[in-house]
């Protein structure tokens, strides 16, 4: 698949800004007064700079608001209601906070689970995509998970738990990078049954469909090269997990060891989101020729 900048930036930044929102809801963390108003206002920017972001994948980003009509067969639909349902409801923990008041823990938890909730949705927007096998597995969700626990847990400053989120990562990335690559032969999909002409025997191309590119081809094909792979497959596993653990470990915690753990964990991040659309396969390409 095409990894396009705004949906990369758009899973990313969302992840991370609703990880955030999570410890902050779930009452993990506690902020109050003007650090309440910098947290609670840093995980509100991340989480809407990185919805927006979505937009700017669409033909019509002015059409957006039509996502919200479809919640009942579409996960991107459930995404939308789910993200705007945590930023409401987190809006009254946030002025708690800031200006010292307090909410019962039923609503904290209902909150943090929506935070929960609009991350599933968002890998469910992926893992639904049977056409793509690499995606349609639990992997997925698993991924985009323990990817906003992780970033949330650094930037909240949770020393223990940002250490056992990072080898839990660490672990997640290269199980969903081994399985991932047996994904699309385990589907047994062929050119033949791209085409339905797999019943009259071994099917192969003839010629181009066509003279010219088009959508499928800009947009469901893309060929990244193994060596390439490997190396920000590495690159992904060492800066978004196995770095900032060593930060945790060998700094002490503060501003300084926080914001050099978050920057090497969203390099990392936005490796692992590149490869996650560069890597995925769709069964499209068997009718080009092109798997």
């Known amino acids: 698949m095409h990894p396009a900048p705004s949906v990369i930036i758009f899973t990313v930044l969302s992840g991370l800004g609703f990880g955030l929102l999570f410890f902050l809801c779930a009452g993990v963390v506690r902020p109050f007064g003007l650090d309440a108003f910098l947290v609670w206002g840093f995980a509100y920017a991340l989480a809407i700079i990185g919805l927006a972001a979505s937009t700017f994948h669409l033909g019509q980003p002015m059409r957006a608001w039509r996502a919200f009509t479809q919640w009942r067969t579409s996960w991107l639909s459930r995404e939308a209601w789910a993200s705007v349902a945590s930023l409401l409801m987190s809006a009254p923990l946030a002025l708690a906070a800031i200006f010292g008041g307090a909410l019962p823990v039923f609503f904290e938890m209902v909150a943090a689970a929506m935070c929960l909730l609009t991350i599933f949705a968002t890998s469910m927007i992926y893992t639904q995509i049977a056409a793509v096998p690499r995606w349609n597995f639990w992997t997925t969700p698993a991924l ?148």
């Not at 020393?159 to 047994?188: E, H, M, P, Q, Y």
């Open 144 to 291: 985009f998970i323990v990817f906003a626990l992780t970033g949330g847990a650094i930037l909240s400053g949770l020393t223990f738990l940002s250490l056992i989120l990072c080898g839990t990562l660490a672990a997640v990335l290269w199980v969903s990078f081994k399985l991932g690559d047996g994904r699309f032969a385990a589907r047994g999909a062929t050119m033949g049954s791209a085409t339905g002409l797999g019943g009259l025997g071994a099917v192969r191309q003839f010629a181009p469909a066509h003279t010219g590119s088009n959508y499928l081809l800009r947009e469901m094909i893309h060929v990244v090269g193994r060596k390439h792979s490997q190396r920000l497959r590495v690159l992904s596993i060492l800066c978004a997990a196995v770095l900032p653990a060593l930060v945790f470990l060998v700094l002490p915690l503060g501003i300084g060891a926080i914001a050099i753990a978050l920057c090497l964990h969203v390099i990392g991040a936005f490796a692992a989101r590149w490869l996650f659309f560069a890597e995925a396969e769709h069964v499209v390409g068997l009718y080009y020729g092109q798997r």
